[in-house]
C-alpha cells in the first residue's frame, strides 16, 4: 500500500512528495517547500539580528551616527548635568520650606497646648457652663446632616447666661 502524506496525496519516489497534478516532479520546485525555506531563512537574520542581540544581553553594534554603544556625547552629558544640578537646588529648595513650615507648626502647637493648659488649670467656681460653652458649636447652621441639636443648644446657653447654683 502506498504511504500518503498529510494532505493524502501518494508518496513517490524518495525524492520527495508529488506535486498537486499526481507526477514526480523532476527539475521542479515545490512552491511550498520554497516559501518555508524563505520563512526560515528570513527568520535565521531576524534572531541574528543585532535588536535581538541586545536583548538576549550580547553587545550591540556600532551606533548609526558612528558612536561607539553606551557613550553619550558631549550635549547629553552637558544636559544631564544641567538636570542634576537643578533637581538638587530644587531638593534643596523643597527641603528648607518643609523645614520652615514643620517649624511653624512646632511653634504654633506649643501655643495652642499652653492656651489649653492655662484653661484647665483655670477653675473657679461658676465658669464651669462658660468653659463647656466655649468648647461647643452654637452656629445653628453648621452642619445640615447632623441630629437636630437645637434644644440641647439652647439648654446650654441658658446654663451659661444664668449657671445652676449648688
Not at 523532476?26 to 537574520?45: K, M, N, V
Not at 537646588?89 to 517649624?103: F, N, P, S, V
Not at 492655662?118 to 445640615?144: H, M, Q, Y
Request: charged share 30%.
Amino acid at each position: 500500500m502506498a504511504e500518503l502524506d498529510p494532505f493524502g496525496a501518494p508518496a513517490s519516489a524518495p525524492g520527495g512528495p508529488a506535486l498537486g497534478n499526481g507526477v514526480a516532479g523532476a527539475g521542479e520546485e515545490d512552491p511550498a517547500a520554497a516559501f518555508l525555506a524563505q520563512q526560515e531563512s528570513e527568520i535565521a537574520g531576524i534572531e541574528n539580528d543585532e535588536a535581538f542581540a541586545i536583548l538576549d544581553g550580547g553587545a550591540p553594534g556600532p551606533q548609526p551616527h558612528g558612536e561607539p554603544p553606551g557613550v553619550p556625547d558631549a550635549n547629553s552629558r552637558k544636559q544631564e548635568a544641567e538636570w542634576k544640578e537643578k533637581a538638587i537646588k530644587e531638593l534643596e529648595e523643597w527641603y528648607a520650606r518643609q523645614d520652615e513650615q514643620l517649624q511653624k507648626t512646632k511653634a504654633n502647637n506649643r501655643a495652642a497646648e499652653e492656651a489649653f493648659v492655662n484653661d484647665i488649670d483655670e477653675s473657679s467656681p461658676g465658669t464651669e457652663w462658660e468653659r463647656v460653652a466655649r468648647l461647643c458649636d452654637f452656629n445653628p447652621k453648621s452642619s445640615k446632616q447632623a441630629k437636630d441639636v437645637s434644644r440641647m443648644r439652647s439648654v446650654l446657653i441658658s446654663l451659661k447666661q444664668a449657671p445652676l447654683v449648688h
